[in-house]
T-cell receptor, first 113, second 116 residues
Framework: GNSVTQMEGPVTLSEEAFLTINCTYT??????LFWYVQYPGEGLQLLLK?????DKGSNKGFEATYRKETTSFHLEKGSVQVSDSAVYFC????????????FGTGTSLTVIP | GAGVSQSPSNKVTEKGKDVELRCDPI?????LYWYRQSLGQGLEFLIY????????KSGLPSDRFSAERTGGSVSTLTIQRTQQEDSAVYLC??????????????FGPGTRLTVL
């Protein structure tokens, strides 16, 4: 079956530190991979996505590369800001009809000045 | 354009009462999803609608939960005889189509349900 395993938090970093949030997946087909972000008091919104192996998604300084050989989609940012404090969800969508999304449990990130 | 909207934003109810949660998806989006987010937990899939097809109800936790989608647009999630463990944020999302894995889901702000 399909599943997503995400690094457990919470994660606390100082401003300008390097961020990695690990995400690995199990899929029966050829999924698309996503990172969603939930800022305090707001709804989930798409941060970035990658639709095939070796694709790199990027947005707002965040990057993640679709690694089929390691079934991973780790989220990285070189220099975090206080405004990046949020909960980050890794997700996959199977390409089989149905477009079912599978979400990780979320990783809470707090960036301190 | 307008995003996904949900109502009410907050709902407090007594144990044993029925509640209805509403979702208005983005116009033209054929796929609609309901999730539940409990405190400190990830997103739990509940139900999925795609066009006029029979919904995927595989995530509903019990027969107290049901959902409808009228006219391929607005959806209502109903929880009968609410229990305290039903307390959570209920999220609705829609996407342009459910037949491809490439389509982003757009989430509503959620309804926070508290069962006393």
């Amino acid at each position: 079956g399909n599943s997503v395993t995400q690094m457990e938090g919470p994660v606390t970093l100082s401003e300008e530190a390097f961020l990695t949030i690990n995400c690995t997946y199990t899929a029966t087909g050829y999924p698309s991979l996503f990172w969603y972000v939930q800022y305090p008091g707001e709804g989930l919104q798409l941060l970035l996505k990658a639709t095939k192996a070796d694709d790199k998604g990027s947005n707002k300084g965040f990057e993640a590369t679709y690694r089929k050989e390691t079934t991973s989609f780790h989220l990285e940012k070189g220099s975090v800001q206080v405004s990046d404090s949020a909960v980050y969800f890794c997700a996959l969508s199977d390409t089989q009809p149905g477009n079912q999304f599978y979400f990780g449990t979320g990783t809470s990130l707090t960036v301190i000045p | 354009g307008a995003g996904v909207s949900q109502s009410p934003s907050n709902k407090v109810t007594e144990k044993g009462k029925d509640v209805e949660l509403r979702c208005d998806p983005i116009s033209g989006h054929t796929a609609l999803y309901w999730y539940r987010q409990s405190l400190g937990q990830g997103l739990e899939f509940l139900i999925y609608f795609q066009g006029n097809s029979a919904p995927d109800k595989s995530g509903l936790p019990s027969d107290r939960f049901s959902a409808e989608r009228t006219g391929g647009s607005v959806s209502t999630l109903t929880i009968q005889r609410t229990q305290q463990e039903d307390s959570a944020v209920y999220l609705c999302a829609s996407s342009l189509t459910g037949t491809s894995g490439f389509n982003e889901q757009f989430f509503g702000p959620g309804t926070r349900l508290t069962v006393l």
